[in-house]
């Protein structure tokens, strides 16, 4: 077995495709290999390195060039506390040692139409998904040049559920939004690669289908319990839906997202120079 397909074996355990056969890559191995970090040591990144990282990020494709993503290091310990206050729940939220807030900026592009006198009406929804998803791609980049680089990451959407409290501490204009932030810092502790669902229910060759799909989740649900189940005392909304003999992945994804997120960020982006039209 190559090391890369030791690392999809490790990060799917479907018995799917090993990439066997394929030259091993440093960077392919160490994406296969990622994961999530939460906890970081008290070192700090030095500057040079976080300016590599937001070149990096700010490297990734742009849709139509348009460039409409901006990046914002929260540096003033006031304004980190004062974000970190409002989710007691994300810890890491305050103390990472590194905290970047990845914004869809939908505005540069209209401030460029009016600076060129021409009609650029960006508050579209296409306005929107462009400015998003550069953001979402410069996040990406920097987390995996981040990862690169030894450190450990942990993006924050959940910023987006009080969002007028996070532009107002970042003095976020009309038609600019935070997409995520992301915590950064060298991690501390190991962590675990967390297995991904089987690639015959995520990824489709010609035509969608989705057949196996049940039996592929309660496939996937025994095999990541075996590996790391979901302790007792975090299982969510026992009083309305009880205690299950079996809680995998699915029930716990199946309780989180019946419980809406986010009804902050419409009636925001509304207010705030998009028509979604
Ligand atoms: C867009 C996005 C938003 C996320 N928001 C949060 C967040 O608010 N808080 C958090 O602790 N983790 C957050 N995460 C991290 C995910 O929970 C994590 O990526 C997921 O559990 C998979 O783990 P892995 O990255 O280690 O494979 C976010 C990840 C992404 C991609």
């Not at 006031?78 to 994300?90: Q, S, T, V, Y």
């Not at 296409?126 to 995996?144: P, R, V």
């Not at 057949?211 to 025994?222: E, F, N, Q, R």
């Not at 994804?253 to 419980?259: L, P, W």
Request: aromatic residues 8%.
């Amino acid at each position: 077995m190559s090391a890369c397909s030791d690392a999809i074996a490790r990060r799917f355990g479907d018995g799917g495709p090993s990439g066997e056969g394929a030259d091993d890559n440093d960077l392919i191995h160490r994406v296969l290999s990622r994961k999530t970090v939460r906890r970081y040591s008290d070192r700090v990144p030095v500057e040079a390195l976080l300016d590599l990282l937001v070149a990096c990020a700010l490297s990734a494709s742009a849709k139509s060039d348009f460039q409409q993503a901006s990046i914002l290091r929260v540096r003033d310990s006031g304004k980190r506390a004062a974000i970190g206050k409002l989710f007691p729940a994300m810890p890491w939220i305050g103390i990472a040692p590194v905290f970047f807030v990845f914004l869809g900026d939908a505005r540069r592009l209209q401030c460029i139409g009016e600076m060129r006198g021409k009609p650029v009406e960006n508050g579209t929804l296409e306005g929107f998904f462009n400015a998003s998803i550069d953001a979402a791609l410069a996040m990406q980049t920097m987390i995996l040049c981040a990862e690169s680089a030894g450190l450990g990451v942990c993006p924050i959407s959940v910023i987006r559920n009080e969002v007028d409290k996070v532009a107002a501490v970042l003095g976020l204009p009309d038609l600019v939004f935070p997409v995520a932030a992301l915590c950064l810092g060298y991690p501390q502790g190991e962590g675990h690669v967390s297995l991904r669902l089987p690639r015959s229910v995520t990824a489709h060759s010609d035509r969608y289908d989705d057949s196996a799909l049940h039996a592929g989740i309660d496939d996937y649900d025994h095999r990541r319990h075996a590996l790391h189940a979901i302790p007792k005392e975090q299982q969510r909304s026992n009083a309305e839906y009880g205690e299950t003999a079996f809680y995998g992945w699915s029930e716990d994804k199946a309780r989180q997202a019946a419980k809406a997120e986010g009804a902050a960020f419409p009636p925001y982006l509304r207010a705030h120079g998009f028509s979604f039209e």
